[in-house]
C-alpha cells in the first residue's frame, strides 16, 4: 500500500527556533510536494520536488529517493509560521493525483 | 496572480439532497482534480479530470459522485444523494500539464455540512 508518514505529528517551537519536519514514503514516486494548510482550511503549494533540494526564503526541502525521504526545514520561525505542513507525494503509476501525508501541526510561539 | 476559486465557501444540505460544488481553475490549465478532507483526518483524492473525461478516480469516488465541465471556465463535482458521511471539506485543484508532473494549485475550498 502506498503510504507518506510525517513526523512529528505536533510541534511547538519558540520563535527563531530551526525546525525540521520529516517524510517518508513507501514506493518509487515521481514528485513530492509540501503544502502548508491555514487554519482556515485553504492549501498552499511551498514546494515541488524529485531529487536534490530547493529553498524559498526561511524555507528549505530536501530529498533523498534512495532512502525515501524528503525533510523541511524552516530557518528562524515566525510564529506565522503556524500552520499544518503536509507532504504529498505523486507515485510513479498515478497520473497526477497526489497521496497525502497526515501533516504536521506547527505552533510558533512569540 | 492566477488562483483557483471555489464557490461556496460553505453548503448546508440535508442527507439525501443533491450538491453541486463548484471550481473555476486557473485559466491556461488543463488537468483538474477534487480532493477531500474529512474534519481531522488527511487530505484524499477523489478524482483526476482531463480532456473532458475522468483520466483516474479513488475508490472514494463511487456512482454518487460525478463531474463535469459544462462550459470553458466551470469544473463542478456533483453529489447526487448526501450521507452524512459526505461532511467535509472539498478542494478543487489544477495544474497545467499532465505530460509530467506539475504543481498543483489548490482553491480555498467547500466546506460541506451534511444534516
Known amino acids: 500500500k502506498n503510504e507518506v508518514e510525517q513526523s512529528p505529528q505536533n510541534l511547538t517551537a519558540q520563535e527563531g527556533e530551526f525546525i525540521t519536519i520529516n517524510c517518508s514514503y513507501s514506493?518509487?514516486?515521481?514528485?513530492l510536494h509540501w503544502l502548508q494548510q491555514h487554519p482556515g482550511g485553504g492549501i498552499v503549494s511551498l514546494f515541488m520536488?524529485?531529487?536534490g533540494k530547493k529553498k524559498h526564503g526561511r524555507l528549505i526541502a530536501t530529498i533523498n529517493i534512495q532512502e525515501k525521504h524528503s525533510s523541511l526545514h524552516i530557518t528562524a520561525s515566525h510564529p506565522r509560521d503556524s500552520a499544518v505542513y503536509i507532504c504529498a507525494v505523486n507515485y510513479g503509476g498515478s497520473q497526477g493525483n497526489l497521496i497525502f501525508g497526515k501533516g504536521t501541526k506547527l505552533s510558533v510561539k512569540p | 496572480e492566477p488562483e483557483v476559486t471555489q464557490t461556496p465557501s460553505h453548503q448546508v444540505t440535508q442527507m439525501g439532497q443533491e450538491v453541486i460544488l463548484r471550481c473555476v481553475p486557473i485559466s491556461n490549465h488543463l488537468y483538474f482534480y477534487w480532493y477531500r478532507q474529512i474534519l481531522g483526518q488527511k487530505v484524499e483524492f477523489l478524482v483526476s479530470f482531463y480532456n473532458n473525461e475522468i483520466s483516474e478516480k479513488s475508490e472514494i469516488f463511487d456512482d454518487q459522485f460525478s463531474v463535469e465541465r459544462p462550459d470553458g471556465s466551470n469544473f463542478t463535482l456533483k453529489i447526487r444523494s448526501t450521507k452524512l458521511e459526505d461532511s467535509a471539506m472539498y478542494f478543487c485543484?489544477?495544474?497545467?500539464?499532465?505530460?509530467?508532473?506539475?504543481?498543483?494549485?489548490f482553491g480555498p475550498g467547500t466546506r460541506l455540512t451534511v444534516l
Open positions: 485543484a489544477s495544474s497545467e500539464t499532465p505530460l509530467r508532473v506539475h504543481e498543483q494549485f
Open positions: 514506493v518509487g514516486i515521481s514528485a
Open positions: 520536488l524529485s531529487s
